[in-house]
C-alpha cells in the first residue's frame, strides 16, 4: 500500500491513532516525503481525550527533532465515538472539547504549530452528540438522531466549539 502511495503526487493526509509510535511515523514519512517538501504531509490526530496527553508529545518531539515539515491537524471526534445506553454511535462534547484544548496546549508547550481542526458537524437542529450547552442527554439522543454514519455536533454545539477554539488560539495572537 505504501508504495502505491509514495507515487501520488498531491499532499497527503494521514490519520495517527494513540498507537502510533515515533518509529513507525518516522518510516512512514521517510516513504512517503522523503525529499520533507514543506504541505506535502498533513498528520490528522485522532486520539482521544484520555490518550492525546501521552500520545501526541512524542510525535512532535520526534517531528521537530527530524525536521519534519508537517502540517498538524486535530480530528477529536473520532477518537471520542462511544455507544449510548440506548444503543447509538454518540460523543460527549466535553470529550471532544478536551481532546482540542490538549492538542493545543501540546503544541504550544512543544514549541509546534498547531495547524488545524476537523469536526462534524451539521446546520440542522440533530440530536447526536450529547452535551454542550444544549445540554443534549443520552436520553434524547433519539428526537432527532439522523447520521447514517458519524454523530455530528449540530449548530449550537458547533457555535459553541467555535467560540471556545478561538478562545484557545488568542494566546498565539498576542
Not at 94 to 113: K, M, V, Y
Not at 131 to 152: F, H, K, V
Request: aromatic share 6%; net charge negative; glycine share 10%.
Amino acid at each position: 500500500h505504501m508504495e502505491f502511495f509514495r507515487g501520488i503526487k498531491n499532499p497527503i493526509g494521514i490519520k495517527l491513532g494513540p498507537t502510533v509510535t515515533p518509529d513507525e511515523l518516522g518510516k512512514i514519512l521517510a516513504i512517503l516525503n522523503p525529499d520533507n517538501i514543506p504541505g506535502r504531509i498533513s498528520l490528522i490526530t485522532r486520539m482521544g481525550s484520555r490518550q492525546i496527553a501521552s500520545a501526541l508529545p512524542p510525535l512532535l518531539r520526534h517531528c521537530r527533532h527530524y525536521g519534519h515539515q508537517l502540517v498538524w491537524i486535530c480530528d477529536p471526534m473520532h477518537g471520542n465515538s462511544m455507544e449510548s445506553s440506548h444503543g447509538y454511535k454518540t460523543r460527549h462534547f466535553s470529550d471532544i472539547l478536551s481532546e482540542t484544548q490538549d492538542f493545543f496546549a501540546i503544541h504550544r508547550a512543544e514549541g509546534t504549530h498547531a495547524g488545524g481542526l476537523h469536526c462534524e458537524l451539521t446546520a440542522r437542529n440533530v440530536t447526536e452528540c450529547v452535551g454542550g450547552m444544549a445540554n443534549i442527554a443520552e436520553s434524547g439522543l433519539g428526537e432527532r438522531y439522523e447520521s447514517q454514519c458519524d454523530p455530528r455536533l449540530n449548530a449550537a454545539q458547533a457555535l459553541e466549539m467555535a467560540f471556545l477554539v478561538a478562545d484557545l488560539l488568542l494566546p498565539a495572537r498576542i
